[in-house]
Nanobody, 121 residues
């Protein structure tokens, strides 16, 4: 079974930086897409960043130029580097692994338990 464990959240001042990690129990080489989502209290969960085959990346407009998603296949880990943090970035951040059913592989849609990021003076 594939499991995801997020870490790296915490309290940071506006303008500061944090690096989130998502450790995957299996090999991320066989996963088509990894992504970070976030959800603030009373808000809808939103996609923050994703990384797919060929290490192509996509970002929400609100984080472009500030956040960077990356993979380390050798360590089976996905990262989210967050710079120039703003109070509106405060949320629980979730890691997601997604793969459609393909020959020899089952479908995959797995979520981590989340890590809290609080941006406040």
């Amino acid at each position: 079974q594939v499991q995801l464990v997020e870490s790296g959240g915490g309290l940071v001042q506006p303008g500061g930086s944090l690096r989130l990690s998502c450790a995957v129990s299996g090999s991320i080489s066989s996963i088509f897409a990894m992504a970070w989502y976030r959800q603030a209290p009373g808000k809808q969960r939103e996609l923050v960043a994703s990384i797919i085959s060929g290490d192509r990346t996509n970002y929400a407009d609100a984080v472009k130029g500030r956040f960077t998603i990356s993979r380390d296949n050798a360590r089976n880990t996905v990262y989210l580097q967050m710079n120039s943090l703003k109070p509106e970035d405060t949320a629980v951040y979730y890691c997601n692994a997604n793969r459609p059913k393909v020959l020899g592989l089952s479908a995959l849609d797995v979520w981590g338990q989340g890590t809290l990021v609080t941006v406040s003076s």
